[in-house]
Every structure is written in C-alpha cells, then in structure tokens.
C-alpha cells in the first residue's frame, strides 16, 4: 500500500478519513502536530494555512509516496494555492471530503476545481460519516506505489573534459 500524507485546511476531514480507511471509530480529534500512521500522515491545517510553515509540509512529504491533498466540498474557501502540486517532486491525488453535507452540485464543482487547480491528477469524492467513496480511494492506494527514479549524479567537469580534450 502506498503511504499518503494529506495535506488541507483545518476541519476539512483529514484526521476523520484516516481514521475510516485506517478502519477505526471515528472521534473528532484536532490534530496538533505531524501524526504518522500506519500508512497515512496525518497534518494539521496550519501547516497549510500559514505559508511560513510550508517547509514542514516538503520536508514531511519526503516519508510519503503520494500526496493526498484534501478539500472540504461545503468550505466557502481553499488555503491550496494554484499549482501548489509542483512544490513536491511526488505524485499528487486529491480528496473532496464530506460529500454526504453537500447541498448542489455546485459546491463539489467548487472542490474539484480547487483540487485540479492545485495539481491534483486523480480526484475522489468520499464521505467518511457516510462511507462512501471509501472503497475506490483505497483500492487506489492498495495500487503499487510508484517506482522512485535514479538519482543521477553529473561526473565531475574536470573528469568529464579529460575525456573529451585531447593531450
């Protein structure tokens, strides 16, 4: 299973979805620091609501395989800024969370635009009260994760021009 850590405003659900696909009671927790799980990391808001705490975010993500970003469907606001995906050099999947208060249709709309915009490639809409949409996210995340790419290392220049100037 891929470790996912889910970045998103505070209340927006992270913490209670771990929760539901970790199969555990739900009970509403505020999350005060970087918690990790099994196969999640957990965040709290602040980390995303302040830029100035942006660093613990990319450095947090490093433990990570992907990272969940995650929009509550009935929040009249987003703290994920446009392209906010190119800040990590990692797959990016966003979560619509609490679908099951969403009153129109307008309001999921809303969610997957701000997750697209932030870079989401695949979105998924669940409710962990309700659970639904709970099935299709963690098959995604039971998927292999993906390969790491070589890290290549540049030959040094002076080794590199010995090579390619004659004596």
């Known amino acids: 299973m891929k ?62 395989d992907e990272i969940g970003l995650v929009q509550d469907c009935v929040a009249q606001a987003t703290w994920i800024p446009p392209s906010f995906a190119t800040t990590f050099a990692k797959p990016i999947f966003g979560i619509v969370t609490k679908t099951d208060l969403a009153t129109s249709p307008a309001q999921l709309e809303y969610a997957r635009n701000v997750l697209q915009m932030g870079g989401a490639q695949r979105i998924f809409e669940v409710s962990a009260v309700a659970n639904t949409g709970i099935a299709e996210l963690l ?22 021009l010995a090579g390619a100037v004659a004596p």
């Open 3 to 64: 470790k996912a850590i889910l970045i998103g405003m505070s209340g927006c659900g992270k913490t209670t979805l771990i929760q539901r696909l970790s199969d555990d009671s739900l009970r509403y927790k505020k999350t005060q620091v970087v918690e990790h799980y099994l196969n999640f990391i957990d965040t709290p808001g602040e980390y995303l609501e302040q830029r100035k705490l942006y660093r613990a975010l990319i450095v947090t993500a490093v433990d990570a």
């Open 139 to 160: 098959s995604y995340l039971e998927e292999p994760a993906p390969a790491t790419p070589p890290v290549f290392r540049t030959p040094p220049l002076r080794a590199a």
